[in-house]
């Protein structure tokens, strides 16, 4: 069965830098939709950046130029390097991993049907 599972988050102070990983294991990578999301408390699940296998990339505005989204196939990891990260930059990361095409876009939960366990950021000032 397919399975992912986040590391590297942590805590860091604003300006700081943190890289998440995402090691999938199960999922072909010939056809791939993945993603990252985040969701702090009291909010909803927001998709941050997500990659596909027809080389797009997409981003949410709060994170254009300070995340960068990208994939090692042989090492079967999604990576999230985020730098320049803020306070509101704070929450739980998910990975996520989806089949095919379909009428949701990447950076929408509704796309994705496997999921990781999350990674916490905590970002003070």
């Known amino acids: 069965q397919v399975h992912l599972e986040e590391s590297g988050g942590g805590s860091v102070q604003a300006g700081g830098s943190l890289r998440l990983s995402c090691v999938i294991s199960?999922?072909?990578?010939?056809?791939?939709?993945m993603g990252w999301f985040r969701q702090a408390p009291g909010t909803e699940r927001e998709g941050v950046a997500g990659?596909?296998?027809?080389?797009?990339?997409a981003y949410a505005d709060s994170v254009k130029g300070r995340f960068t989204i990208s994939i090692d196939n042989a090492k079967n990891t999604l990576y999230l390097q985020m730098n320049s990260l803020k306070p509101e930059d704070t929450a739980m990361y998910y990975c996520?991993?989806?089949?095919?095409?379909?009428?949701?876009?990447?950076?929408?939960?509704?796309?994705?049907?496997?999921w990781g366990q999350g990674t916490q950021v905590t970002v003070s000032q």
């Open positions: 199960g999922y072909s990578y010939s056809d791939y939709c």
């Open positions: 990659i596909n296998s027809a080389g797009d990339i």
């Open positions: 996520a991993a989806a089949y095919g095409a379909g009428p949701y876009g990447p950076l929408d939960w509704r796309k994705y049907e496997f």
